[in-house]
């Protein structure tokens, strides 16, 4: 089952990675802030759609049975783009893997709801904020209903034209 949840999780990331960005190639993001701090990756800057993969509240301990990891992918799609500013929506899947006795792991659903903002004289980098609803199950069947949010940084790589 978890395999299952995996080949999905991957499969949703690799559809929005052929689509190719005009200028910028993949961004880093960096969320510093908000419910669920961590780092993230984005497939593209100018295209309508993208992906965007993150690790957030990755609480690993020295103790190999203790710890909580929470991971996205999502398909999103960009609703208002311009030249500084860009507001999207997506849908993705959400897991929270859990390695502490008694506790389960969670799988899910989240659709994020963001803005970038570039502000700077450079423009492959900017600021991000975003909020997301999402929904977890666990194996015994109970249901997480949950509102993240994070802001933070992004930066995306200018792509190297090929001779």
Not at 48 to 77: C, H, M, Q
Request: hydrophobic share 45%.
């Amino acid at each position: 089952m978890v395999l299952k949840k995996i080949v999905l999780f991957l499969s949703l990331t690799s559809l929005c990675l052929k689509f190719n960005a005009q200028n910028y190639g993949v961004g880093i993001g960096f969320y510093p802030t908000g419910v669920e701090a961590g780092l993230g990756l984005r497939t593209s800057k100018n295209n309508l759609f993208f992906a965007d993969i993150r690790v957030t509240k990755a609480n690993l301990y020295t103790n190999p049975s203790l710890g909580l990891l929470v991971n996205e992918a999502s398909a999103v799609f960009r609703i208002v783009q311009y030249d500084k500013v860009r507001l999207h929506l997506g849908i993705g899947a959400r897991t929270e893997w859990n390695f502490t006795p008694n506790q389960q792991s969670r799988y899910g659903f989240i659709t994020p709801l963001g803005v970038e903002a570039f502000p700077f004289p450079f423009q492959n980098a900017g600021l991000f904020f975003e909020t997301g609803f999402y929904t977890t199950f666990s194996a015994d069947k109970t249901v997480n209903l949950g509102l993240r949010s994070v802001a933070g940084f992004v930066f995306y790589f200018i792509k190297k034209e090929k001779v």
